[in-house]
DNA sequence: TTGCTCACG
DNA sequence: ACGTACGTGAGCAAG
C-alpha cells in the first residue's frame, strides 16, 4: 500500500532546536536543528519506506485563529534568531532532497496535515503524522496514525485508536474535548480555570463532550460547576481554538509529493554547504569509504577471505601464531560466565582463521589452546576480559592480554554508546562491519548462523580491529592516556577476572532462611494492608496501590510521575501522619525488596558446581570510570538498615576456618576534593584527620566545635554530598526539605569558608566549557558535548556533572591503583589470601587465619599509598567470620 | 521494552 | 520547552 508521511516542520524543527546542542558550520551558520531535523528524516525515511512524504509549515504570524481569539500564542516567548534562520535552510534542504513541501498563509501546519491526511485516507493510503503537539491526535483513524517526539525529538511514538483508548480513554474526536476543557498554556488557549488533564478526561469518560458538558452542569458540584459555568464560552472558544480545520485550499497533488529516493548529486552539495560530515558518510556520498551504501541505507560490503581452521588447515595455523596479531572470541549470551562460546577469529594482515568452537575444543586444537594460555604471546583483541572468563568455564586458558579495543575505546570516550567492533569501524570510517544484530537477529530471533556465514561475519571483525588498534594508540598516546591503559586498566582488566573465576562463597542455607524470616513478616504485613484497604490488590503494582491510596482512600496526591501516581518512598513519607496504612506499605516495600532481590535474586545465582557467586566486573560502562557489577551485582548489597545487612551475614569465606576481610576509604571523594581544589581549609581538616562533617558544620555555621549540634552536623553532611555531585539550590533544598532560599543561603555559606572550593567549581566548568571534556587525576576523560547548551537543563546537568566527574573519577583511579598494587604485593609475599570483591570505596578479602595479621596492615597501608595526594588517605579495615562481621 | 521503585557508593 | 542533585543494576508490572 502507499504510504504517506507528513511532518510538521515547524513543530518538528522547534524541538530540535532545544534538544540539540549548539551547531554551526564554518560560515557562521547555525545549523543544529536543521541537523535534528534531518537526522530525524532519514530515519523515517529508511524505517518506515514511505512511498510519498509533505512537510507542512506555519506561514506568517497571523491565521484564521485569531479572528475569533486575538491573543491566540499570545504572550509566547520571541524566536531566537538562531532558530528563525533555520527555517529557509530546511526548506532548501527539503528541496535537495527532492522533498514536497507546503506553506498558506492564515493557516497553521496542522491545519494543512489535517486536510491532507483527510484526502490520502479517502484515497486509500496509510498516513504517518510525525509531530510534537498532541493536538493532532484528533486526526488519528485506522488509516492515519501520528507519531509524536519524545526525549526531544530523538524518539517517536506511534499512535493509532488503540493506543489513544488506552492512554486517554478516548476516542481521538475527543481530544478536541480535551484541550477545550484543560486549555493549553503554550498557544495561550484559556480552557476553564481548576481543570487539567485529571479532571478533564473525569468528565469526558462520564459526558462525552464539551457540549454535554456544559449542557448538564446540574449533575456537577462545588466549584468546578461554578468555573463550568463561569467560564463555559472559555471553554467553547478554546475547543474551537484546538480544532484542525481540515478544508484548507492546497495546490499540492499526491504525485507532488511522491519520494523517489536522494539524489547524491543535489543532496551531496547541500550537506557538505551545512557540513553534515556524518549524514555524507551514512549515505556514503563521501568518497574514500570501502563500502558503498545506497541512498536506502542498504550496504554493500567487501568480501573477505577467510581460512576455517580444521585438521589439515591447522598447520599452517600453527605455522602463523606468532604472528597473530588481534583475536577476538565469539560467545553469546549476556553473562560471560554461562557464555556460549561461537568460534575464534585469529587475524593476521595476511589471513583470517577462523575457530569453531568444536575443534577448539578437540584434541587437535592443543597447540591453539597452549598459544592463548601463555602468557608470553602478547595479544591484542576485543573484549578479552569476556574472552577468559567464557573460555575458562569450558577449562581453556587464556593469558598475555596486552591491548584491549574496547577498553581502548571506553578510555577515548567513555559515554560512546556503541563500542561494538562494528559501531568502533564506522566511527573510524573502516570497511564496514555488519552489527551483530544484523547477523544473529536479536532477542528471541537470535540463531547462531552457519558457519560460512560465522567465519565471514568474524574475518570483518578480524579486518577492523587491524586496522582499528593502530589507531586507537595513536590517540592513547595523544590523549597522554599511556600510563592510564596499559598500567592501569590492562592490568585491571586480568585482576578483575581473577576474582570473577574466584567468586565468593555464599551460604545457601542461611539466605533461604533470612527468605522464610522475610516472607513470614511479608504475609502479616500484606493481611493488614489489605484489610486497612478494604480490598485485596497486587501490592508490588504502583499502578494499584495509587487507585487504592489516592482514589480509594482519598490520600492528598503529592507527586506524579509521567503514568500517574507517584508512590515512591519519599511520597509515602509524607503520607504517614493521614492513614496508618502507610507505615506498613513502607515496611512491606522494604522486605519485599530484600525477598526478591536479594534472598531468591541471589540464589539463582548461586552456581551449583562452586556454591559460589561469580558476580561479572564492567570495566567500560560508568561515565567516569567506576566499575559496575552484574549477575548478580555485588555491589549494592543492603548495609543502610539492619535488616536488609543481614544478607551480609551469607558471604563467608571459601575455605573452613578463613576471614572475611574488608577494608575502605575514609571520605575519599572529600579528599580528593581537598587535593584538585587546593582548598586549604578543607586540606588542614584532613591533616588533622577531623571529622569533616563537623568540620563543615562549624565553618558553614560559624561555631565551635562544642556548638555543633546533631541537626547542624547533618545539614553539613548533605551539603558535603551536594559538594561532590556539582551542588545545585534545588537538589540541596530537595534533601534537607528546606526551601530552595535556605539551600541556597546553605551553599553560600559553604563557598565562604571553603573559598578554594568555589574556585574550583568555577575553574573546572570553564575547563569543560573550553577544551569540551574535563579529566580525573591520571588523566581519564569524559567529554560533556551538552556544556555549551542553550537548553538550561541540559547545560546544568553538563556543568554538574563537570564538577562531578574529577572527583568520582580520581576516587575510582585510586582504588583501581590500590587493586593492581594489593595483587602484586600478595603475590611477592606469596600470600595465599585472595581478593574477592571492591564497592568503589572498599575492598573484600578472604583471609586464611595465619595470614590475618599481615592483611591487616598490608591492605589498608597499601589503599594509603596508592596515589600520593596533598593530604593523606585513609583506609579503614575489619575482619569477621562472614561480610556482615567484616564492620 | 519501558517506567517505577529501590538497593549501593 | 523543561525539570535536577553524581554514578550504577535488578525486579516487577504493564504496555
Redo the contacts with the bound molecule.
Sequence with gaps: MEKLILIDGNSII??AF?AMPPLNNSSGLHTNAVYGFTNMLLRLIQDEKPSHIMVAFDAGKVTFRHEGYEDYKGG??KTPSELTEQFPLTRELLDSFGICWFEQPGYEADDIIGTVSKQAEEAGKEVLVVT?DKDMLQVVSDKVKVALT?K?IS?VEPYGPQ?IK??YGLIPEQIIDLKGLMGD???NIPGVPGIGEKTALKLLHQFGSVEEVLARTDELKGKMKENLVQHAEDARLSKRLATIHREVPIDRSFDDMIFRGLKEEKAAPMLRKLEFKSLLERLAFGEGTEASEAADGSVELEEVDVTVVDDTTLTELVKQLPKIEVMYVESHGDNPHQAEVMGLILSTEEQHFFVSNEFLLSEAAKPIREWLADPQHPKAGYDLHRADLALYWQEISFAGAEHDIQLAAYLLD??DNNQTISGLAAKYKLPSVPSDDEVYG??AKFKIPDQETLSRHLARKGLAMLRLIPLQKEELKKNEMNRLFYELEMPLSRILADMEKQGIAVNREALAELGREFEAQIEKLETRIYELAGLEF?L???????EVLFDKLELPVV?K????????????DKLAPYHEIVQFI?EY??L???????V???L??IRPDTGKVHTYY?QT????G?L??????L???????EE??KIRQVFVPSEEGWHILAA??SQ?ELRVLAHISDDKGLQEAFLHDMDIHTKTAMDVFGVTQDQVDANMRRSAK??N????????D???S???HITRKEAAHFIEQYFEAFQGVRRYMDEIVQEAKRDGYVTTLLERRRYLPEINA????LR??AE??AM??PI?GTAADIIKLAMVMMDEVMRKHGLKSRMLLQ????LVFEVPPEELETMNKLVPETMEKALKLSVPLKAEVSSGINWYEAK
Excluded: C, M, W
Design positions: 522547534y524541538r532545544f509566547r516567548e510534537g519524545r526531544g524518539e493506543e488506552e492512554r498554556a503554550s498557544d567513555p559515554t536479536k532477542g497486587n508490588n503494582s504502583p499502578k494499584q496501590l495509587g507527586k510521575t509521567k503514568t500517574g501516581y507517584s508512590t515512591d518512598a519519599e511520597v509515602l513502607l516495600r522494604q519485599a525488596k530484600l525477598k526478591s532481590t536479594y531468591e535474586g541471589l539463582k545465582e564492567r560502562i560508568a561515565a567516569t567506576r559496575s557489577s552484574q549477575f548478580p551485582n555491589q549494592n548489597i543492603p548495609i543502610r538498615l536488609g545487612r575502605d576509604y575519599i548533605a551539603v554530598f551536594g559538594i561532590v555531585y556539582g551542588i545545585s534545588y537538589g540541596l530537595q534533601n534537607l542553550s537548553n538550561f537543563n546544568s546537568f554538574r556533572t562531578n566527574t568520582q564497592v568503589h570505596d572498599e
